[in-house]
Each structure stands twice: as C-alpha cells, then as structure tokens.
C-alpha cells in the first residue's frame, strides 16, 4: 500500500528545517536506517535550497513536497515550484576538483537518490526523485 504526506511551506530558509522534520519522521515510521534518512534529508535539504536560491532567486513564494512511499522500500519524492522553468540540460555539479563551497548539491542528490529528473508541468517545475532503502527485518515480538 502506498502512503502519501504532502506539505506546502513558503520558500524560506528556515522551512527547510521544517520538511527535513517531515522527511525523518516519515521515514522513521518506516525502519529506515538512520544513515539512509540522514543522506534523504540531506539531498532534499540540496533540491529545496536550490529552488529557493536559483529558482525563486529569494522570491516570497511556496514550495509543495509530497513523499510517496511504495512498499516495501522505495520513497518517491516530488518537490514543485511556480518559478520559471528550469532548462534540465544546464543543471549540473560543478567539477569536483574545483575546491569551494557550495555548487555540490545536485551531485549531492544524485548521489543518494537513484532517480532524478524534471517533469513536465504547465508552470514552474516539477522534480522527481526516488530511491530504494535495506530495510531491516521487522523484530519479532515476546510475549
């Protein structure tokens, strides 16, 4: 069965915190590995500062995640904005070697998510991104 949470936030700094909440409670329910909701977190920490920074260039809009989860391991995520549109062909990572802060975020998220691509949407955009977890087995209960 799927379970779907959605949440829509205004594009502030400060809610990033608040969907990296939703994100590790969503997938604790789940027995994710910390590890693996760390880098979850992490990478939808990257997408949704980028949309904030570049898409919104610091405009006061909102932002809209939803985060699927198909049994028994896979969590879709899907990040839209009403920004301008997004030419996918010149988001990239900046070279590795080139040593300096910030510019890693999308080598971030496609490190850690197996999907990630741009869908087609009447405006704005619309990110698509999905991974698979190890989930551990469920510990059988005494009674």
């Keep these: 069965m799927n ?6 936030f205004s594009a502030l700094t400060e809610n990033i915190k ?3 909440v939703v994100i590790h409670t969503f997938l604790s329910f789940r027995n994710v590995f910390d590890k693996d909701i ?3 977190e992490l990478a939808i920490n990257e997408a949704i500062a980028n949309i904030i920074q570049h898409t919104y ?3 006061p809009k909102y932002i809209i995640m ?9 969590l879709e995520v899907l990040l839209r904005d009403f920004g301008p549109k997004v030419d996918p062909s010149k988001i990239k990572s ?3 070697n080139d040593i300096r802060p910030g510019g890693l975020g999308v080598y971030i998220i496609q490190r850690i998510f197996e999907v990630m691509e741009f869908r087609d949407v009447e405006e704005g955009n619309l990110l698509y991104l999905k991974r698979s977890f190890l989930i551990p ?5 005494h009674t």
């Excluded at 379970?3 to 829509?8: A, L």
């Design 57 to 59: 260039k610091g405009e």
């Design 66 to 74: 939803t985060m699927n989860w198909m049994e028994p391991d896979t």
């Design 3 to 8: 379970q779907i949470v959605t949440i829509s």
């Design 38 to 40: 760390f880098d979850t």
């Design 94 to 96: 900046r070279d590795l």
């Design 18 to 20: 608040l969907a990296r």
């Design 137 to 141: 087995p469920k510990k059988e209960e």
